[in-house]
């Protein structure tokens, strides 16, 4: 089964920025769309971006468009969420998945990761 591994969170002030790395060790993530989705404390977990399986086609969420922007290299097996401009209210538990479709809904990815904490404060 896929198992997919999230780093490159931490603690910023706001203003910052981080980058996070989604990788698969021992799995390909070539014919997968990966999305990267984030869960804040006592709130749903929402969809931030997606990225297809060639990287063709982008989506993003409003709050974070501008801001964020996703890549990926599928030689390394990698893709990545670059956040700048961070905010407080990005603070968040964030995590990586992959699935079939570019879509931001958390029910159309089947393989998640174990997540890296966010934190946005001064």
């Known amino acids: 089964q896929l198992q997919l591994v999230e780093s490159g969170g931490g603690m910023v002030q706001p203003g910052g920025s981080l980058r996070l790395s989604c990788a698969a060790p021992g799995f390909t993530l070539d014919y997968y769309a990966i999305g990267w989705f984030r869960q804040a404390p006592g709130k749903e977990r929402e969809g931030v971006s997606c990225?297809?399986?060639?990287?063709?086609?982008?989506n993003y969420a409003g709050s974070v468009k501008g801001r964020f922007t996703i890549s990926r290299d599928n030689a390394k097996n990698t893709v990545y969420l670059q956040m700048n401009s961070l905010k407080p209210e990005d603070t968040a538990v964030y995590y990586c998945?992959?699935?079939?479709?570019?879509?931001?809904?958390?029910?159309?990815?089947?393989?998640w990761g174990q997540g890296t904490q966010v934190t946005v404060s001064s």
């Open positions: 998945a992959a699935g079939p479709f570019t879509t931001l809904r958390r029910g159309d990815f089947g393989s």
């Open positions: 990225i297809s399986s060639r990287g063709g086609s982008i």
